[in-house]
């Protein structure tokens, strides 16, 4: 059945009110009719089962069934700190981390993020990021759509982070040594946030690994095998999900 995020300003009662960019996809790609059913999640993460009453040219109008509890969301929040990584690769690890179940994704511009970043730049690709996400919140059922950020900088995402762990993946060893994932979270079994920080298909430089390690992120391994960064932060967040228990 086809989903949809709905705003609390689209619904009236038990009636739901669509235009814009809505009334195109149900009208003209859907092409849906009265007594057609899709079912809406709401802004407060609730289900409801819509029945088309009318399409006009102007507006798709719809009843709605009793709300019902939509359970998809993972009891912790992980927020993605991902460096800025070319558009396909960046997008698809924005697809599948959305599926897998992380709560937010700042981008992040480092010292050797290749891809140019000007301000106008940055909005059009949040808003294509956001769509991404969007679009694999709503086909994995997430109860909310996980909001993805303007690029901020590496420095001031990793000497701010304070909501709980963060996990700094290092593809080389430190000085200090480097975690594995369980070693990580093993005294954090409780927390209810985690950060997970992935560099650019460069790396991150010596000094930004210094700076987040002084700041308390701890250095994290994935294996001896240098992975791209877009499956660092995949594989990254999958286990981080399994650890604390939420991929059952
Ligand atoms: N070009 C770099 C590799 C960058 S990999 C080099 O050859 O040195 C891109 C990002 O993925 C890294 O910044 C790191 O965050 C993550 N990553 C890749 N492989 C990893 C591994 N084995 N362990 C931990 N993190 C890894």
């Not at 700076?211 to 791209?228: D, E, F, M, Q, W």
Request: charged fraction near 25%; aromatic fraction near 4%.
């Amino acid at each position: 059945m086809k989903r949809l995020f709905v705003s609390d300003d689209e619904v009236h009662g038990d009636r739901l009110l669509l235009g814009g960019s809505r009334l195109h996809y149900l009208r003209n790609v859907l092409r849906a009719k009265p007594g057609d059913r899709f079912m809406v999640v709401r802004e407060n993460g609730e289900q409801q089962l819509a029945t088309i009453r009318q399409v006009t040219a102007e507006v798709v109008s719809a009843t709605l069934a009793a709300p019902q509890p939509l359970d998809t969301e993972p009891p912790i929040r992980i927020t993605l700190f991902q460096a800025v990584i070319k558009h396909k690769p960046m997008s698809l690890l924005i697809q599948k981390c959305v599926e897998l179940g992380v709560s937010a994704i700042v981008p992040l511009v480092t010292e050797r993020t290749v891809v140019r970043l000007g301000p106008s730049r940055r909005a059009a690709k949040q808003q294509r990021w956001q769509q991404v996400a969007t679009e694999a919140a709503r086909q994995s059922e997430r109860a909310h759509v996980p909001p993805v950020s303007e690029p901020v900088e590496f420095s001031q995402a990793a000497s701010s982070w304070k909501a709980g762990p963060g996990l700094l993946f290092a593809e080389r060893e430190v000085p200090a040594g480097r975690l594995t994932v369980a070693e990580a979270l093993k005294d954090h079994r409780t927390c209810r946030q985690v950060a997970v920080f992935v560099g650019p298909e460069g790396g991150l430089t010596d000094s930004e690994i210094e700076l987040a390690l002084r700041h308390g992120l701890a250095p994290v391994t994935l294996g001896p095998r240098i992975l791209r960064a877009e499956t660092a932060a995949i594989v990254g967040c999958a286990l981080v999900l399994y650890e604390l228990g939420c991929m059952q």
